[in-house]
């Protein structure tokens, strides 16, 4: 009896002792099982994390991966400077020489100086250490150099395709620092002026003339040049369709202007940014120009050089242009 006793004893403690090993492995198992789809899922959201910290941006020069709302911005393109402004992202470091009066915030002290438009200062950007740099035409060249920097991308407005660079710009802008609605709302707003000038030059068959003023220099513009806008945007016909393209216009004489005989004259002044010694009104106060349908009907249109010269491209200024324009035609 005492054997038997004894014999089912130790069946009963192995039996014990199994169960408990099977309940531990059960719960080790459990416990691997959901340590690996944590991990599985972290690792999901690590990789959408890591998706959504970075933008792809294709542009003119090149195509530069972008971090989502870098900290230290630098920012040569004064375009990209008031969409910026606009959507109230900080900015770290400009080239403030030749800032124009609407973005003369930028002068603070708080903002380093990077130099000039067309000589950037790569020490005082090294020194900065960017997250990212913004560029336009005038920069092109050095875009090696500045990439070399930080990743640099390059946002200047295509005047041959100006309404879709111009909008592509501001939603790029608005994705890469996730201000997206705020640049979508922001556009339809400038849009909407543009449609305003449309609807006022639709039935207009008076015909306009572009002209830069260089300190006694005339050059003209024509359609998809770089103020182009007004004839292939903002509907005002051209006086003369065969002006060749060029970003420093055309060379043109007295003589020129008389000989179109534009119904609009619009001249942008570049002594009014760069300094010079002759005005536009002193340059084209002579018998030739004074001869023209704009001059004899008042229509000798002096544009803001500020936005259609030295900035341009951006959320304000060409919201200012395009308010410039239907000012002249009504």
Same mark, same amino acid.
């Given at each position: 009896?005492?054997?038997?006793?004894? #014999?089912?004893?130790?069946?009963?403690?192995? #039996?014990?002792?199994?169960?408990?090993?099977?309940?531990?492995?059960?719960?080790?198992?459990?416990?691997?099982?959901?340590? +690996?789809?944590?991990?599985? &899922?972290?690792? %999901?959201?690590?990789?959408?994390?890591?998706?959504?910290?970075?933008?792809?941006?294709? /542009?003119?020069?090149?195509?530069?991966?972008?971090?989502? $709302?870098? *900290?230290?911005?630098?920012?040569?393109?004064?375009? !990209?400077? *008031?969409?910026?402004?606009?959507?109230?992202?900080?900015?770290?470091?400009?080239?403030?020489?030749?800032?124009?009066? /609407?973005?003369?915030?930028?002068?603070?002290?708080?903002?380093? $100086?990077?130099?000039?438009?067309?000589?950037?200062?790569?020490?005082?950007?090294?020194? #900065?250490?960017?997250?990212?740099?913004?560029?336009?035409?005038?920069? !092109?060249?050095?875009?090696?150099?500045?990439?070399?920097?930080?990743?640099?991308?390059?946002?200047?407005?295509? !005047?041959? &395709?100006?309404?879709?660079?111009?909008?592509?710009?501001?939603?790029?802008?608005?994705?890469?620092?996730?201000?997206?609605?705020?640049?979508?709302?922001?556009?339809?707003?400038?849009?909407?002026?543009? &449609?305003?000038? $449309?609807?006022?030059?639709?039935?207009? &068959?008076?015909?306009?003339?572009?002209?830069?003023?260089?300190?006694?220099?005339?050059? %003209?513009?024509?359609?998809?040049?770089?103020?182009?806008?007004? /004839?292939?945007?903002?509907?005002?016909?051209?006086?003369?369709?065969?002006?060749?393209? !060029? +970003?420093?216009?055309?060379?043109?004489?007295?003589?020129?202007? %008389?000989? +179109?005989?534009?119904?609009?004259?619009?001249?942008?002044?570049?002594?009014?940014?760069?300094?010079? *010694?002759?005005?536009?009104?002193?340059? #084209?106060? $002579?018998?030739?120009?004074?001869? +023209?349908?704009?001059?004899?009907?008042?229509?000798?249109?002096?544009?803001?050089?500020?936005?259609?010269?030295?900035?341009?491209?951006?959320?304000?200024?060409?919201?200012?242009?395009?308010?410039?324009?239907?000012?002249?035609?009504?």
């Amino acid at each position: 009896m005492k054997k038997l006793l004894l #014999l089912l004893s130790i069946i009963a403690m192995v #039996l014990f002792v199994a169960a408990c090993g099977a309940s531990n492995e059960d719960e080790n198992t459990g416990s691997d099982n959901q340590s +690996t789809e944590e991990s599985s &899922d972290n690792g %999901a959201a690590a990789d959408n994390s890591e998706a959504a910290s970075e933008v792809v941006v294709e /542009h003119e020069l090149d195509t530069t991966t972008v971090p989502v $709302n870098p *900290e230290k911005v630098v920012v040569f393109d004064y375009g !990209s400077l *008031e969409t910026l402004d606009e959507l109230g992202v900080e900015i770290a470091g400009v080239p403030q020489g030749s800032l124009p009066p /609407h973005l003369e915030k930028f002068e603070g002290e708080e903002y380093t $100086n990077v130099g000039g438009l067309k000589e950037p200062d790569f020490e005082a950007i090294a020194m #900065l250490a960017p997250d990212l740099i913004i560029i336009s035409g005038r920069q !092109s060249e050095v875009y090696d150099d500045l990439k070399e920097l930080a990743p640099t991308i390059y946002m200047g407005v295509d !005047s041959e &395709d100006f309404v879709n660079s111009f909008e592509n710009n501001v939603i790029t802008l608005g994705e890469i620092f996730e201000k997206e609605q705020e640049a979508t709302d922001k556009l339809a707003e400038v849009m909407d002026v543009v &449609d305003e000038v $449309n609807a006022s030059t639709a039935d207009l &068959d008076e015909k306009g003339l572009i002209i830069l003023t260089n300190d006694g220099n005339i050059s %003209a513009y024509g359609p998809g040049s770089r103020f182009g806008i007004i /004839h292939d945007v903002l509907g005002v016909k051209s006086a003369d369709e065969k002006i060749e393209v !060029s +970003t420093h216009g055309q060379n043109v004489s007295f003589e020129y202007i %008389a000989d +179109t005989n534009p119904d609009y004259l619009f001249v942008i002044d570049r002594n009014v940014t760069v300094g010079g *010694e002759a005005s536009a009104q002193e340059t #084209l106060n $002579n018998d030739l120009v004074q001869g +023209t349908n704009a001059a004899q009907n008042d229509k000798i249109v002096y544009l803001d050089a500020n936005y259609w010269y030295v900035s341009g491209g951006g959320l304000v200024s060409v919201a200012e242009m395009a308010n410039d324009i239907k000012e002249a035609v009504q």
